[in-house]
């Protein structure tokens, strides 16, 4: 079955950075749409960053320049760059995978940017 998995979250003051990761299995993760989601506390669940089988990416306006989504098919594994976090950043963060009208969440991973 569908499993993902991430990991990489923590606490960082403003201005740092951290790389997320989400180990995926139970599909052909090579040709899967990956996305990235996040909830801050108290607020709905959003979306960050997704990419295409061919590495083509898109961003929400408020992590353009500072977040970077990539893949590594070899190693079926989805990651986010974050870099210059801010307090605003703080939220627990998914990976996401749709196959036709279903939905695949991992555990998240929670990110706490704060002085």
């Known amino acids: 079955q569908v499993q993902l998995v991430e990991s990489g979250g923590g606490l960082v003051q403003p201005g740092g950075s951290l790389r997320l990761s989400c180990s995926a299995s139970g599909f052909i993760f090579s040709t899967a749409y990956m996305k990235w989601y996040r909830q801050p506390p108290g607020k709905e669940r959003e979306l960050v960053a997704g990419?295409?089988?061919?590495?083509?990416?898109n961003y929400v306006d408020s992590v353009k320049g500072r977040f970077t989504i990539s893949r590594e098919n070899a190693k079926s594994t989805l990651y986010l760059q974050m870099n210059n976090l801010q307090p605003e950043d703080t939220a627990v963060y998914y990976c996401?995978?749709?196959?036709?009208?279903?939905?695949?969440w991992g555990q998240g991973t929670l990110v706490t940017v704060s002085s």
């Open positions: 996401n995978l749709r196959i036709v009208t279903s939905e695949f």
């Open positions: 990419i295409d089988r061919f590495g083509n990416t």
